[in-house]
């Protein structure tokens, strides 16, 4: 504001002085100044009002005084910032959120909590931008109830003048929390930041050979650029799927991607498929911010790039087959193996019901007089244990169904021999007792 306010006073003198014209001038600068036939800009001018010259001079004179004002702010004042601390450090939506990285949020009670100390918030933002290595940081704030009152209240800072700002930091899927007591920022903070922020990829994978080569090739983030962005071109389609080990329908789905991976090989369709586990690498250049998995991502060149709002396997293959020409009778094949991945989904239940009664029995084997009740966190150990286990496989959907379907029978081949080794111990139990009666 002050550097337009000193470059309007500068124009304002060069355009205008007492007693003179300051049509000539403006015509010179404006593209829509015209003139009559037979006149030149000079003799079409005519005096300036004596009101617009007093208009322009109070507009001068109050355009130097912020000017001077602000200068002084900026000198002398330097922890006043001359807008609001909100319209600086915008709040934080769910649509941003979802579309952005390298964020650092601050939280606040209320509105009320904000004022109270949008002093601070100011002064931290402006020293953070300050820093090597978080000058990509997008800073923003938003509401908890309730939530700076219990970190102070741990920290032992409950007063309003003492209590620190709160502020979580999202990179990639990772996300930490950081206290700023002062503006000045401790070295450690600054250390740990800049530490945070700094891209984190799993080591660059070798393509799969044999007959795995024609399935989806799972990727780091490091080789996204030249394994996705860089082969992208029409007709070919690069598309990537966005996965986490312990999403399960990422789970559930993975086996088919292999199938249509080598299915689009096979036939000669134009799309590529890759995957990258975003939970182990953060979104490296040129990948859109996904929070949610699966996403699939379609890079069709350079400048086009589409995420899908599809994820289910039947959906997110019928949004392929708008872009390119899937023959029908690989269709056909894909829409069985759509059909099967039901039957995965059954097989892999099952599954995991008898691993979770066979821990059970095992576990009164171990020690009979405890007490062995199932709980969720049990479960859900077992669900998440054997969904890690399958992510690591390369397999298709008929050849994981085989798999399946023999973990099933040994799951359930192991659970008799538990069950009948429980009954011996049980028989052997009560000839004992009665023995000694």
Not at 336 to 357: A, D, H, K, P, S
């Amino acid at each position: 504001l002050a550097q337009d306010s000193f470059v309007f006073v500068v124009m304002l003198r060069r355009t205008w002085r007492p007693g003179r014209a300051i049509a000539p001038r403006v015509a010179a600068f404006s593209s829509t100044a015209q003139t009559k036939p037979g006149q030149n800009a000079k003799t079409a001018a005519e005096p300036m009002h004596p009101g617009i010259k007093f208009g322009l001079g109070v507009t001068g004179v109050c355009g130097s005084a912020i000017a001077a004002y602000y200068a002084y702010r900026a000198a002398v004042r330097p922890e006043i910032h001359p807008m609001l601390t909100t319209n600086v450090i915008p709040e934080v939506s769910d649509k941003i959120f979802e579309q952005t990285d390298n964020m650092l949020v601050f939280f606040f009670d209320d509105k009320e909590d904000l004022e109270k100390r949008k002093l601070l918030l100011q002064r931290t933002h402006d020293r953070l931008k300050k820093v090597d290595g978080l000058g990509r940081v997008s800073t923003w704030h938003s509401f908890q109830d309730g939530l700076n009152a219990k970190l102070s209240e741990r920290a032992g800072t409950t007063d309003d003048e003492s209590k620190p700002l709160h502020a979580m930091a999202y990179k990639g899927l990772r996300k930490t929390s950081f206290s700023f007591y002062d503006a000045d920022l401790h070295p450690d903070v600054q250390e740990a930041m800049v530490k945070f922020y700094k891209p984190v990829f799993e080591e660059p994978f070798e393509p799969w050979e044999d007959h795995h080569a024609k399935y989806a090739q799972i990727i780091s983030g490091s080789q996204f650029v030249e394994e996705v962005y860089n082969q992208a071109g029409e007709p070919n389609i690069m598309l990537v799927q966005m996965y986490e080990d312990t999403c399960f329908m990422c789970f559930l789905m993975r086996p088919f991607i292999n199938s249509m991976s080598r299915l689009f090989v096979e036939e000669g369709v134009p799309v590529t498929i890759k995957r990258m586990n975003i939970d182990k690498n953060d979104f490296p250049p040129k990948c859109p911010v996904s929070r949610g998995t699966p996403t699939f991502v379609a890079y069709y060149n350079e400048w086009k790039v589409r995420k899908f709002d599809e994820f289910k396997p039947k959906d997110v293959l019928e949004r392929i087959s708008k872009d390119v020409f899937i023959p029908p009778r690989t269709m056909k094949v894909l829409h069985g193996l759509v059909e099967e991945v039901n039957i995965r989904f059954q097989l892999f239940t099952q599954y995991v019901m008898w691993v979770v009664e066979l821990n059970k029995m095992q576990q009164m084997l171990v020690d009979p007089l405890k007490g062995h009740e199932e709980s969720d966190a049990d479960f859900n150990m077992v669900v998440q244990d054997l969904m890690v286990a399958d992510m690591q496989r390369r397999d298709e959907v008929e050849t994981n169904i085989r798999y399946l379907r023999q973990e099933v029978d040994d799951a359930e081949t192991d659970l008799l021999y538990c069950a009948a080794q429980l009954a011996q111990n049980v028989v052997a139990q009560e000839k004992k007792l009665a023995g000694k009666a």
